[in-house]
Antibody, heavy 118, light 112 residues
Framework: EVQLVESGGGLVQPGGSLRLSCAASGFTFSSYWMSWVRQAPGKGLEWVANIKQDGSEKYYVDSVKGRFTISRDNAKNSLYLQMNSLRAEDTAVYYC???????????WGQGTLVTVSS | DIVMTQTPLSSPVTLGQPASISCRSSQSLVHSDGNTYLSWLQQRPGQPPRLLIYKISNRFSGVPDRFSGSGAGTDFTLKISRVEAEDVGVYYCMQATQFPVTFGPGTKVDIK
């Protein structure tokens, strides 16, 4: 059974940093693109970033470029999102998703809430 | 970036009756590889999103056959042949033909 479990969310002050993790199991992690998608409270879905199987390709939405970094550790079956210079508008539930080819997010975690507030 | 729009934004439906959601993209979603990366996702209240349909019309594993997708180019449709209570939620179209991936605003489906 495919399982994705996010962690690392919490309350952080504007300008602060946070590192999200996503632990994957039930599939060959190193064979799949992976993505982060977020959802602000009461709002729709916003794609944040994705990463190729070997980490050689990474793409970001403009609003996080230069502030967020997506990475992965295939030996640990884990996906990460390093978030720096956080802003109030980054407040959201962050989901990780398995994403074959970067084109079809087929399994999603339950999400982790990030709140940016003073 | 490709902008995705959906209509309607809210759809009260009667149990057992059909429902239809339209999605339009600001440019063609046909990729240079010949595929069209248009997906539909369902988000039930309090739940993460769930993939329903990918590449316009392919149902994902475990998705009931009352859900179907159609369309081409810039215009796409999700149909539910007979709405059931468990179908209540928000439905999003999503394009992954061009990065950044973009989602429609969502269509809320609830029971009349």
């Amino acid at each position: 059974e495919v399982q994705l479990v996010e962690s690392g969310g919490g309350l952080v002050q504007p300008g602060g940093s946070l590192r999200l993790s996503c632990a994957a199991s039930g599939f060959t992690f190193s064979s799949y693109w992976m993505s982060w998608v977020r959802q602000a409270p009461g709002k729709g879905l916003e794609w944040v970033a994705n990463i190729k199987q070997d980490g050689s390709e990474k793409y970001y939405v403009d609003s996080v470029k230069g502030r967020f970094t997506i990475s992965r550790d295939n030996a640990k079956n884990s996906l990460y999102l390093q978030m720096n210079s956080l802003r109030a508008e980054d407040t959201a539930v962050y989901y990780c998703a398995r994403d074959p080819g970067g084109r079809k997010p087929d399994y999603w975690g339950q999400g982790t809430l990030v709140t940016v507030s003073s | 970036d490709i902008v995705m729009t959906q209509t309607p934004l809210s759809s009260p439906v009667t149990l057992g009756q059909p429902a239809s959601i339209s999605c339009r993209s600001s440019q063609s979603l046909v990729h240079s590889d010949g595929n069209t990366y248009l997906s539909w996702l369902q988000q039930r209240p309090g739940q993460p999103p769930r993939l329903l349909i990918y590449k316009i019309s392919n149902r994902f594993s475990g998705v009931p056959d009352r859900f179907s997708g159609s369309g081409a180019g810039t215009d796409f449709t999700l149909k539910i042949s007979r709405v059931e209570a468990e179908d209540v939620g928000v439905y999003y179209c999503m394009q992954a033909t061009q990065f950044p991936v973009t989602f429609g605003p969502g269509t809320k489906v609830d029971i009349k």
